[in-house]
C-alpha cells in the first residue's frame, strides 16, 4: 500500500511541476529527476525503452483525467489532450521530448496556441 500511495504522491506532484516547468527552460528528465523519479520508470531496465510513448507515461499520467483537466472553458477553444484525430491516444512524446524543448504538435497544420511544457 506504501509503494502505491508513494506513486500517487509522485504523480501528483509530476502534475504541478509540469505548470513551472515551460518558464524554468528544464526538460521533462530534468523535472522527473528531481522528483526523484529514476529512470528507469519511463524508460526501463537497461533503457529497454529509449522512447517512451503514452504506454510508459499513462502509468502516472491517466490521459482522460489530463484531458479533462485542460477541457479549455471557453467551447471554442481546443484542447491539446483531447484530438479530434486522435481521441485521448495522441502519443505523448509528439509534443512532450524528455530530454529536449517540448513543442506544439499540432502547430504542423494548425494555429491553437498550445503552450507545451
Do not use: W
Request: overall charge negative; charged content about 20%; aromatic content about 4%.
Amino acid at each position: 500500500m506504501t509503494r502505491f500511495l508513494n506513486a500517487v504522491l509522485i504523480c501528483v506532484l509530476a502534475s504541478a511541476s509540469s505548470l513551472a516547468l515551460a518558464a524554468s527552460g528544464k526538460t521533462l528528465a530534468d523535472v522527473h529527476k528531481a522528483m526523484n523519479i529514476p529512470c528507469e520508470s519511463c524508460h526501463g531496465a537497461n533503457n529497454a525503452v529509449p522512447e517512451p510513448g503514452i504506454k510508459e507515461c499513462s502509468r502516472c499520467h491517466d490521459p482522460a483525467k489530463l484531458a479533462e483537466k485542460t477541457e479549455p472553458s471557453d467551447p471554442t477553444k481546443h484542447n491539446p489532450h483531447r484530438s479530434p484525430h486522435y481521441g485521448i491516444q495522441l502519443d505523448c512524446v509528439n509534443c512532450h521530448h524528455g530530454h529536449e524543448e517540448s513543442e506544439d504538435y499540432c502547430a504542423q497544420c494548425h494555429n491553437f496556441g498550445f503552450k507545451v511544457p
